[in-house]
C-alpha cells in the first residue's frame, strides 16, 4: 500500500543524540488499535502513531499531567545483584519519577519555546506513563547490607514509557507513542543508588526533549 509524507509538526526530520532518524512517514491504513490515528514509521521513537492533519506545530502552550507509573511492570535484577526482597517501586520512587518528568518537560519547553502556564485556546497535553522498569540491581538494599560486595553494572537498566497527546479542549487524542530506553550510558561501573537516580532524570529529558522537537518541529 502506498505511504503518505504528511507534514506533521511532531514528524519533523531531526537528529538527536540517541537516534537518528530517516523521513518520518504516516502510512495511509489506520491503526486497529487508536481510531482515527495512523501508524508512524521512521519516527525515532520505537512505536507511534498520529491523527492525519494534527497540526501540532499550532500549539504553544502544552499543560503537562502527572507522570503516572504505579502500574509498571516491575522486571527483577538478575540474583547475584539483588539481597533477598524484589525490587520495589515504591511511593518515593514514583513521586521521584513525577517530579523528574515535570522538570523536565518544563526544561525542554523553555528550551523549546513552548508556555507551560499562558492560557490559550489551543492547548496540547501531554499525559505519560512509565509502563514497565527492569532495574540492573536493587542499590538501595545493597547498600543497606554490611558486607556485601560492590555491585557493577553496564548501565542502571531499562524503561519502557507511553506518552498521549491530546488537544485539551476537545479532548481529542492526537499521537501516541511507546518507546523503550536504556538508563544510563552503557559502559561498565561501580553502581549506586546517586548514579541510578541521575540516569533516570537524564533519560527522562531525553523522552522529554525529543517530544518538544516533534511538537515544534525544530
Same mark, same amino acid.
Given at each position: 500500500?502506498?505511504?503518505?509524507?504528511?507534514?506533521?509538526?511532531?514528524?519533523?526530520?531531526?537528529?538527536?543524540?540517541?537516534?537518528?532518524?530517516?523521513?518520518?512517514?504516516?502510512?495511509?491504513?489506520?491503526?486497529?488499535?487508536?481510531?482515527?490515528?495512523?501508524?508512524?514509521?521512521?519516527?525515532?521513537?520505537?512505536?507511534?502513531?498520529?491523527?492525519?492533519? &494534527?497540526?501540532?506545530?499550532?500549539?504553544?502552550?502544552? +499543560?503537562? %499531567? !502527572?507522570? =503516572?507509573?504505579?502500574?509498571?511492570?516491575? *522486571?527483577?535484577?538478575?540474583?547475584?545483584?539483588?539481597?533477598?526482597?524484589?525490587?520495589?517501586?515504591?511511593?518515593?520512587?514514583?513521586?521521584?519519577?513525577?517530579?523528574?518528568?515535570?522538570?523536565?518537560?518544563?526544561?525542554?519547553?523553555?528550551?523549546?519555546?513552548?508556555?507551560?502556564?499562558?492560557?490559550?485556546?489551543?492547548?496540547?497535553?501531554?499525559?505519560?506513563?512509565?509502563?514497565?522498569?527492569?532495574?540492573?540491581?536493587?542499590?538501595?538494599?545493597?547498600?543497606?547490607?554490611?558486607?556485601?560486595?560492590?555491585?557493577?553494572?553496564?548501565?542502571?537498566?531499562? &524503561?519502557?514509557?507511553?506518552?498521549?497527546?491530546?488537544? +485539551?479542549? %476537545? !479532548?481529542? =487524542?492526537?499521537?501516541?507513542?511507546?518507546? *523503550?530506553?536504556?538508563?544510563?550510558?552503557?559502559?561498565?561501573?561501580?553502581?549506586?543508588?546517586?548514579?541510578?537516580?541521575?540516569?533516570?532524570?537524564?533519560?527522562?529529558?531525553?523522552?522529554?526533549?525529543?517530544?518538544?522537537?516533534?511538537?515544534?518541529?525544530?
Amino acid at each position: 500500500m502506498n505511504k503518505l509524507h504528511r507534514a506533521l509538526g511532531f514528524l519533523a526530520v531531526t537528529i538527536i543524540s540517541t537516534a537518528c532518524t530517516g523521513t518520518p512517514t504516516l502510512e495511509d491504513e489506520p491503526s486497529a488499535e487508536f481510531a482515527g490515528l495512523n501508524k508512524v514509521s521512521s519516527s525515532g521513537f520505537r512505536e507511534a502513531w498520529a491523527r492525519p492533519g &494534527a497540526g501540532l506545530a499550532q500549539y504553544k502552550v502544552i +499543560q503537562v %499531567s !502527572n507522570l =503516572l507509573s504505579a502500574n509498571a511492570e516491575i *522486571r527483577q535484577p538478575s540474583s547475584s545483584k539483588r539481597i533477598r526482597k524484589d525490587w520495589e517501586l515504591t511511593p518515593a520512587r514514583q513521586q521521584a519519577l513525577t517530579r523528574g518528568w515535570s522538570d523536565a518537560m518544563n526544561a525542554a519547553a523553555d528550551k523549546h519555546g513552548i508556555s507551560t502556564t499562558s492560557d490559550s485556546e489551543k492547548v496540547l497535553r501531554v499525559d505519560a506513563e512509565i509502563t514497565r522498569i527492569a532495574p540492573n540491581a536493587d542499590l538501595e538494599q545493597a547498600q543497606m547490607t554490611a558486607g556485601l560486595a560492590t555491585v557493577y553494572t553496564e548501565d542502571s537498566g531499562e &524503561a519502557s514509557i507511553e506518552i498521549r497527546l491530546y488537544d +485539551q479542549g %476537545s !479532548n481529542t =487524542l492526537l499521537v501516541v507513542i511507546r518507546d *523503550r530506553r536504556r538508563i544510563g550510558a552503557q559502559m561498565w561501573a561501580n553502581a549506586s543508588t546517586q548514579l541510578a537516580a541521575a540516569n533516570m532524570r537524564n533519560l527522562l529529558n531525553t523522552w522529554a526533549n525529543q517530544v518538544l522537537l516533534r511538537i515544534t518541529g525544530n
